[in-house]
């Protein structure tokens, strides 16, 4: 591919958020708040492609099981996650997880492989 003035352009790549939960100090009460409140704002950011959440079951080979909660967030490239989050929606997202995310919480940016 081709872009104008001869230069290659690299294709478009989709990318998720990986955002990994520690465990809550109460699970009643994180799990309410993200049913409730915060994935409903998750579903409102622009650009947002789907979302895929769920429980971590358990650690194989027997380790620690660091993390409570995963979840994904897939946008079509990095502009889009990057105009997605820049959005009031985004923002807002982003201010909840804040509040909610117990320490050591982690996310992370994934290209995704073809």
């Known amino acids: 591919m081709t872009a104008a003035g001869g230069r290659r352009s690299v294709p478009a790549m989709t990318v998720k958020l990986l955002v990994l939960y520690t465990p809550p100090e109460d699970a009643d009460a994180f799990y309410a708040h993200c049913a409730g409140t915060h994935m409903p704002l998750?579903?409102?950011?622009?650009?947002?492609?789907?979302?895929?959440?769920?429980?971590?079951?358990?650690?194989?080979?027997?380790?620690?099981?660091?993390?409570?909660?995963?979840?994904?967030?897939?946008?079509?490239?990095?502009?889009?996650?990057?105009?997605?989050?820049?959005?009031?929606?985004?923002?807002?997202?982003?201010?909840?997880?804040?509040?909610?995310?117990?320490?050591?919480?982690r996310m992370f940016v994934v290209p995704v492989d073809d």
């Open 42 to 105: 998750v579903a409102k950011i622009p650009g947002l492609l789907r979302t895929e959440t769920g429980l971590i079951g358990a650690a194989i080979g027997g380790g620690e099981k660091s993390f409570y909660r995963i979840t994904e967030l897939f946008f079509e490239d990095q502009g889009a996650l990057q105009a997605g989050f820049g959005s009031d929606e985004g923002k807002a997202t982003a201010a909840d997880y804040q509040k909610i995310a117990p320490p050591g919480s």
